[in-house]
C-alpha cells in the first residue's frame, strides 16, 4: 500500500489528534484547519454549481473542526442555513489495493460531499460519525478538491439536543482521510464478563471471496488469538470468544484498558486497526431482602455520585479546542470525588469518550432530542440517528447507561407555536401511541446493546413508561422541603407502584436514582449566580439517608451561559466551597465517598447555651473496601470565640463497618457551649491507618439568653445592632436578611454614635476595642437599575440571556475572582485601625446568612459572610473617652464598598461590639 498520501504535518492543526482512538487506524490524514467557506443564503450553490466550478469565490475561511457559530471558528456568525467549506489536497499514487476513505465526526444538520466536482454522497443527523468511500474519485498525482455542503435550518423533525447556549452548525468534529486495503474491517464489538471471558464481534467487509487471517492481541501480546476465516464478497459477520487469564477490572477507581489491535490479513493486504477493551459488567441486582436493586459495576453495589454535562465550551461551544481540554474535564469531574457524568441530551465527542475511558469516570449518554411533534419524519430521523451514535460508541466501557429521550422532550403533541424558531414547537400533550413508541425504542436499545442499562426517558414529569432503571428530576430549594420531597418519592417507590409512570404503566424493583437534581431552577426567578455549598452538603446527607437511593446526578459540573449552578466556573475556575472550616481537611470529595457518616439533623438549629442535644448518625456504605475492619467515628463540637477556635467537647466511638446500604449507628449527646456561638459539630469516620475515609458536619445558632455570658473573655460588651448607624453617605445603600445586614457600595461610611456606661455604673474605663464582621460590596447591576426577573421559559433554557446581575436572587458565590475592598477605623476622627477585606464571599461559611433565610425559594444574600475585625483604642483617646463617656465611630469604605453583619447574618453571632474593662 502506498502510504504517503497520507502523511502530513499536524503541529500546526487544531485537534490534531486521532478522532476515534477507539478505532484507528495507522494511515491516515487529518483535515482539519482552514478551509474556504461561503454562506448561502439563497440556496443558489447548487444551481451555480458551486463544488464543482473554481471561479466560484468562497470569500471566508473557516477553522475546521469549528461550528460556523463559535469564536473557534473565525467566522462567529449564528446564522441558520447552508454553509459551503471547501478544501485543496495534494493527492500521490494509490496502488489498486487501496481504498481511500473522506470520514467526518459530525457534522449538523444534513451534508452532501463532493470530490473533484463528483457527488461522493450525502448524509443527516446532527451526531453520528459517517463515511465516504471517495477512491474512484481521487486523483493521484495532482490537487483534489473536497467541498462539502452544510445545511442546518433547525428543523422541527430535526434531532438537535439543547444546543442554545452555541450552535453546532455545519462541521464540529474532526475531519479526516483514510486509507483502508479493499478487504477491511468495518467495526467490531467487545462484550466482556468478569470471569474474563471476551466475546468479539467484527463485522468484515470483503471485496471477493476468499480466505483470511483474524489476530487480536491485547496487553502487550498478553491476550492473543488468531483465527482462520473464509469470507464471500460483501459483509461478513466474524463471532469468536477468548478467555482473559486473570483478568484487570476495569472501574472508575481503576481504569484499566486492554489495548492493542486488531489485524484482517489475505492476498488483500494487511487491515490493522489500534483498539482498546475494558472488562467490567454494569446489572442491577437486589441484594439481601430488599424488594429494590441496585446498580452493580462487577458484581458490586456502586453508588452513583455523577454530574451533569452540557459539554459546553466558551470558544468552541460543542467542539473542545483541544485534546488537553477533553482530558481535563474528565480530570476535574474526579478531583470532586464524582465517579459518573451524564452526557446531557448529546452523544459525547468520541475522544473525550476515550478520556473518560483511560480515567476511569462512568457515562450516562443521552440521545439527542427533537423539538417538534414526534411524527413520522421526526421518529425516522432519530431513530436513524440514535442507531449511529449507539454503533459507534458500543466499545467504549464508561458508557453504563443509554438514555433515550429526556423530560418528555419533544414527544408532546398538539403544539402551540413559541418563540424559537419559525418551526419549533412548544408541546401539550404526551399521547399513548407516542408512549408506546418509547417503550419500542427502549426495547430496541436494550436488543442492540443487553450489556447496558437503559432508560426510556429521564423524567420531570413522572411519565416513566419502561426503564432499567427509576430515576426522576427535582429543583427543590430548602432543607424541609427538600427533606419532604425525597421522603415522598422514597415511600412512593416499590414494585407495581404507579408513581413516577405514566397511563396505567407501574415500577418493577429497578434501582432508584435521581438524574438532575440542584437548585438552579427551584427559585423564584431562578437561583441568579448564587452559592451552592450549603444546599449541596444537605442535598448529598439527605440523599444517602436513603437506603434505596443509589445515585444522583447534579446539575452541573460547569456553569453555563445560563445556569450558574455548576462545581466549577465556564472557564474551568474553582469555586470555594468553604469545607474545609468547618472540618479540617475536608472537601467536597468527602460527600462524594462510597463509605459516608449520614447526621440525621439540619444543616442549622437555634438551640439555647448549655442546651443537651441528641444527634442521631447512620452509617452508609457502597463499597466493601472497609466491611470487617475496624473503623472509628471521631467527632468534635467547636465554635469560634471572637476569632479564638474553642472545643466545646470531643469523643470518638466504634463502629460497624460490615454491610452494603445503611446500618443505624449510635446517636451522639452533645452539650452546647454556653455563650453566644455558630457552633460545629464536626464528624470523621477513621481507618485502621488514621485516614479520614469522609467528614461530615452541622452546625447550631446558639442563643446566650439574658443570664448567660455573652462571648468568653475578660471585659463587658456592649452590642449595636449593624443598622442602628446615625448616618451614611454611600451612593448606593441598602439592607439585607431581614435589617441583619447592611450595604454600602464604592466608597462612604457608616456613623455610629457609641455611649459607654456612665462613671456611676463603670468607675473607670482603662480598655476598649471594636470588633466587626465586614466584608467588601460588590455592586451589581439590580443595585442600581432594579430587579428583572426572568421568562422562566424554554428560550432560557435553550440558552438565552439570564441577566444574572439582575437577578434578585444572584450572590456571586466565592470563587478564584476577588472583590477587595478596605475598611477604616475611626473614633472621634482618630484613625484606629485599617483592614483589609479580601473579598465580598458567600459559601457554606454564611452559616446565619443561610439559617436566617425567610423563604427557601427565594434569597436574600444567601451564605454571604465577611472578616471579624479588631480594633483597640490606643490609651491617650482611651482616656479621653473614660472622661466624655460618648463617641462618633464611623466606619469607612474605600472604593470597594462595605457590608456590616449583624446577629443573625454572616458568619459570627455578633453586632458591631465594644468591649471595654
Known amino acids: 500500500m502506498t502510504t504517503s498520501i497520507l502523511a502530513s504535518e499536524t503541529l500546526a492543526i487544531p485537534r490534531s489528534e486521532h478522532p476515534h482512538p477507539h478505532w484507528q487506524r495507522h494511515e491516515w490524514m487529518n483535515l482539519n484547519g482552514q478551509w474556504s467557506f461561503k454562506f448561502d443564503p439563497n440556496n443558489e450553490g447548487m444551481k451555480a454549481l458551486w463544488y464543482s466550478n473554481p471561479e466560484i469565490a468562497y470569500d471566508s475561511m473557516i477553522t475546521v473542526p469549528f461550528s460556523w457559530v463559535s469564536p473557534l471558528s473565525g467566522i462567529g456568525c449564528d446564522q441558520q442555513g447552508i454553509g459551503w467549506y471547501r478544501r485543496t489536497v495534494n493527492g500521490q499514487a494509490v496502488d489498486q489495493q487501496t481504498r481511500l476513505f473522506l470520514r467526518f465526526g459530525a457534522v449538523d444538520y444534513s451534508c452532501d460531499v463532493w470530490i473533484n466536482g463528483e457527488h461522493v454522497g450525502s448524509h443527516q443527523g446532527g451526531y453520528g460519525s459517517f463515511e465516504f ?40 468534529q474532526p475531519v479526516w482521510l483514510e486509507a483502508r486495503p479493499e478487504t477491511y474491517m468495518k467495526d467490531a464489538k467487545f462484550v466482556t464478563r468478569i470471569d474474563g471471558q471476551v466475546k468479539v464481534t467484527t463485522r468484515i467487509i470483503a471485496h471477493e471471496t476468499g480466505s483470511a487471517e483474524f489476530t487480536l492481541q491485547f496487553a502487550d501480546h498478553s491476550v492473543v488469538h488468531t483465527e482462520k476465516l473464509q469470507l464471500i464478497a460483501g ?80 470558544t468552541g461551544f460543542f467542539t473542545y479546542p483541544t485534546d488537553e481540554d477533553m482530558r481535563d474535564e474528565i480530570y476535574l469531574m474526579k478531583r470532586l470525588g464524582l465517579n459518573m457524568v451524564r452526557i446531557h441530551i448529546k452523544p459525547e465527542e468520541p475522544r473525550k469518550l476515550y478520556w473518560a475511558d483511560k480515567l476511569g469516570i462512568l457515562v450516562m449518554e443521552d440521545m439527542p432530542c427533537f423539538w417538534g411533534n414526534p411524527d413520522d419524519k421526526a421518529r425516522a430521523s432519530y431513530e436513524s440517528e440514535a442507531l449511529e451514535v449507539i454503533e459507534r460508541d458500543y466499545n467504549h466501557p464508561s458508557i453504563f447507561s443509554w438514555v433515550m429521550f429526556n423530560e418528555t422532550w419533544g414527544l408532546k403533541t398538539d403544539a402551540q407555536e413559541a418563540s424559537l424558531t419559525s418551526d419549533v414547537q412548544q408541546q401539550s400533550s404526551y399521547l399513548k401511541e407516542t408512549q408506546e413508541w418509547v417503550r419500542e425504542k427502549y426495547r430496541w436499545a436494550k436488543q442492540l446493546d443487553p450489556t447496558r442499562i437503559v432508560e426510556d426517558n429521564s423524567p420531570c414529569n413522572y411519565d416513566h413508561v419502561e426503564s432499567d432503571i427509576n430515576t426522576w428530576h427535582f429543583y427543590i430549594n430548602g432543607y424541609e422541603q427538600l427533606q419532604a420531597h425525597l421522603n415522598e418519592v422514597v415511600d412512593k417507590t416499590f414494585p407495581g407502584s404507579e408513581f413516577n409512570c405514566i397511563c396505567g404503566n407501574v415500577q418493577s424493583d429497578a434501582p432508584l ?66 469545607y474545609g472550616d468547618f472540618v479540617p481537611g475536608m472537601t467536597i470529595a468527602d460527600l462524594h465517598s462510597p463509605d459516608f457518616i449520614v447526621i440525621d439533623a439540619p444543616p442549622c438549629q437555634t438551640v439555647e447555651a448549655g442546651q443537651s442535644v441528641k444527634v442521631p448518625l447512620l452509617g452508609s456504605s457502597f463499597a466493601d473496601s472497609y466491611h470487617g475492619h475496624n473503623l472509628k467515628l471521631r467527632w468534635e463540637l467547636w465554635y469560634d470565640n471572637l476569632g479564638t477556635r474553642v472545643t466545646a467537647q470531643s469523643g470518638h466511638m466504634s463502629v460497624k463497618w460490615d454491610n452494603f446500604g445503611n446500618t443505624i449507628l449510635p446517636s451522639l449527646n452533645i452539650t452546647m457551649p454556653g455563650q453566644e456561638a455558630a457552633a460545629i459539630l464536626a464528624v470523621s469516620l477513621i481507618n485502621e491507618k488514621g485516614e479520614a475515609i469522609t467528614r461530615n458536619f452541622i452546625t447550631f445558632d446558639v442563643r446566650g439568653g439574658n443570664n448567660t455570658v455573652l462571648f468568653k473573655g475578660e471585659g463587658e460588651f456592649i452590642q449595636i445592632p449593624v443598622g442602628a448607624y446615625t448616618d451614611h453617605n454611600f451612593k448606593h445603600q441598602w439592607d439585607a436578611i431581614q435589617g441583619s445586614k447592611i450595604n454600602g457600595a464604592g466608597q462612604g461610611q457608616y456613623v455610629y454614635e457609641v455611649t459607654l456606661p456612665d462613671a456611676a455604673d463603670k468607675s473607670m474605663i482603662g480598655e476598649i476595642e471594636i470588633m466587626f464582621e465586614a466584608s467588601a460590596k460588590r455592586l451589581l447591576a439590580r443595585h442600581v437599575e432594579g430587579t428583572k426577573l426572568n421568562d422562566m421559559g424554554l428560550d432560557l433554557m435553550h440558552g438565552a440571556d439570564a441577566r444574572v446581575e439582575y437577578n434578585p436572587n444572584t450572590y456571586y458565590m466565592t470563587d478564584e475572582e476577588r472583590h477587595p475592598s478596605r475598611v477604616n477605623v475611626l473614633v472621634d476622627g482618630h484613625r484606629i485601625g485599617s483592614f483589609y477585606l479580601p473579598d465580598d464571599p458567600a459559601d457554606s461559611r454564611g452559616i446565619l446568612s443561610w439559617h436566617y433565610q425567610p423563604i427557601a425559594n427565594k434569597l436574600d444574600e444567601a451564605g454571604s459572610y465577611g472578616y471579624l475585625c479588631k480594633a483597640s483604642v490606643p490609651g491617650q483617646l482611651a482616656a479621653k473617652l473614660d472622661r466624655n463617656r460618648v463617641f462618633r465611630l464611623e466606619l469607612q469604605a474605600e472604593d470597594g464598598g462595605l457590608a456590616l453583619y449583624g446577629r443573625n447574618a454572616g458568619r459570627y453571632p455578633l453586632d458591631l461590639l465594644i468591649r471595654y474593662r
Request: aromatic letters at 16%.
Open 513 to 578: 436514582m435521581n438524574s438532575e437534581c440542584g437548585n438552579v431552577w427551584g427559585i423564584e426567578g431562578g437561583a441568579g449566580d448564587s452559592d451552592l455549598a450549603w444546599h449541596y452538603r444537605y442535598m448529598m446527607n439527605e440523599f444517602r439517608r436513603h437506603d434505596k437511593l443509589c445515585g444522583f446526578v447534579f446539575t452541573e459540573f460547569r456553569d453555563v451561559t445560563n445556569e450558574f449552578n455548576g462545581y466549577y466556573r465556564l472557564d474551568g475556575s474553582d469555586k470555594d466551597f468553604g
Open 235 to 314: 459483509v461478513n459477520e466474524c463471532k469468536l470468544s477468548i478467555d482473559v487469564p486473570n483478568p484487570h477490572l476495569w472501574s472508575p477507581e481503576n481504569p484499566y484498558l486492554y489495548e492493542g489491535e486488531l489485524q484482517l490479513s489475505g492476498s488483500f493486504g494487511t487491515d490493522t486497526v489500534s483498539t482498546y477493551f475494558g472488562i467490567r459488567e454494569i446489572q442491577t441486582a437486589r441484594f439481601e431482602d430488599r424488594d429494590y436493586r441496585w446498580i452493580t459495576l462487577n458484581g458490586k453495589p456502586i453508588y452513583l455520585n455523577g454530574t451533569l454535562d452540557q459539554s459546553y465550551h466558551k
Open 133 to 172: 468511500d471517495i477512491t474512484p474519485y481521487w486523483a493521484a498525482n495532482c490537487e483534489n478538491n473536497i467541498v462539502v455542503r452544510a445545511e442546518d435550518f433547525d428543523h422541527a423533525y430535526q434531532a438537535r439536543g439543547k444546543q442554545g447556549y452555541g450552535e453546532i452548525r455545519g462541521i464540529w
